[in-house]
T-cell receptor, first 113, second 111 residues
Framework: AQSVTQLDSHVSVSEGTPVLLRCNYSSSYSPSLFWYVQHPNKGLQLLLKYTSAATLVKGINGFEAEFKKSETSFHLTKPSAHMSDAAEYFCVVRMYTGNQFYFGTGTSLTVIP | EAGVTQFPSHSVIEKGQTVTLRCDPI?????LYWYRRVMGKEIKFLLHFVKESKQDESGMPNNRFLAERTGGTYSTLKVQPAELEDSGVYFC?????????FGQGTRLTVV
């Protein structure tokens, strides 16, 4: 079985402060993990991916995520939030046994000026 | 390289009517997926094509939904007859190996 849990449905940060969006997964096998972002009225854009190479993954727009197998986590971070980061973020796991992509429930990020 | 394109971007139809959504994947991507997000809820898997074959259609809600992928290229998702609960955003994605690339979605409103 596999699932993805995003621990916060809403996160608010002030511009210039760090961002932390939490994601935990459960999987019987080594998964591939992704973070996608959806800005208002836009499609889902890939931020970064983990596919069993380096555990610290760097993505676009200054985001990065660390795969921690012992904690079954894949939290998304950014050192300094920008107004343009306001969006909804999805943690996604892919299992090769079924080849599906499983979505977390999403975290809405608000950046306060 | 063109991304995944979906048509139409918005559709408003009356209950009982038929609607057909189209998805053009990235060229060369054998895997094509349909997902749906009903308002305020999570993004749910509908089905997965590998080329023209349905690999997994376990997420299709009922037999009012029919998906096809002619010749392993573009795909259509038809809802007939549409019900109020079918309203939501329908996403298509294509994948070659690891990550999936998503279209902008079709927002379907059934009134």
């Amino acid at each position: 079985a596999q699932s993805v849990t995003q621990l916060d449905s809403h996160v608010s940060v002030s511009e210039g402060t760090p961002v932390l969006l939490r994601c935990n997964y459960s999987s019987s096998y080594s998964p591939s993990l992704f973070w996608y972002v959806q800005h208002p009225n836009k499609g889902l854009q890939l931020l970064l991916k983990y596919t069993s190479a380096a555990t610290l993954v760097k993505g676009i727009n200054g985001f990065e995520a660390e795969f921690k197998k012992s904690e079954t986590s894949f939290h998304l971070t950014k050192p300094s939030a920008h107004m343009s980061d306001a969006a909804e973020y999805f943690c996604v796991v892919r299992m090769y046994t079924g080849n599906q992509f499983y979505f977390g429930t999403g975290t809405s990020l608000t950046v306060i000026p | 390289e063109a991304g995944v394109t979906q048509f139409p971007s918005h559709s408003v139809i009356e209950k009982g009517q038929t609607v057909t959504l189209r998805c053009d994947p990235i060229s060369g991507h054998d895997n094509l997926y349909w997902y749906r997000r009903v308002m305020g809820k999570e993004i749910k898997f509908l089905l997965h094509f590998v080329k023209e074959s349905k690999q997994d259609e376990s997420g299709m809600p009922n037999n009012r939904f029919l998906a096809e992928r002619t010749g392993g290229t573009y795909s259509t998702l038809k809802v007939q007859p549409a019900e109020l609960e079918d309203s939501g955003v329908y996403f298509c994605a294509s994948s070659r190996q690891t990550e999936a690339f998503f279209g902008q979605g079709t927002r379907l409103t059934v009134v």
